[in-house]
């Protein structure tokens, strides 16, 4: 069993930046995947960003060049930095762990706020 605790959701002005962490209740050596995940109201949830265990990064279009998304093994927390946020980035942010060992697993934090204001 994996814990999420995700932070550093707010209310900022569009043009503004946020960096957003999601620390994990045990070593994150073996996820295969941590990912961000967004859903905004009325809207299914989409991928973000995702870093795989070899360092490897994937992006939405609509973040490329603005966010950033990162791991840190020694602390057991994955970040994603957005700049230069818009309205549209408005959404609940969940991080997301993906396992595959006899079994693959995903595990969710709970969620955090974005709001971005024009």
């Known amino acids: 069993q994996v814990q999420l605790v995700e932070s550093g959701g707010g209310l900022v002005q569009a043009g503004g930046s946020l960096r957003l962490s999601c620390a994990a209740s045990?070593?994150?050596?073996?996820?295969?995947?941590m990912g961000w995940y967004r859903q905004a109201p009325g809207k299914q949830r989409e991928l973000v960003a995702s870093?795989?265990?070899?360092?490897?990064?994937k992006y939405a279009d609509s973040v490329k060049g603005r966010f950033t998304i990162s791991r840190d093994s020694a602390k057991n927390t994955a970040y994603l930095q957005m700049n230069n946020l818009k309205s549209e980035d408005t959404a609940v942010y969940y991080c997301?762990?993906?396992?595959?060992?006899?079994?693959?697993?995903?595990?969710w934090g709970q969620g955090t706020q974005v709001t971005v204001s024009s």
């Open positions: 997301n762990a993906h396992i595959i060992s006899t079994q693959t697993y995903n595990f």
């Open positions: 045990r070593s994150i050596l073996s996820f295969n995947t």
């Open positions: 870093v795989y265990s070899g360092g490897n990064t």
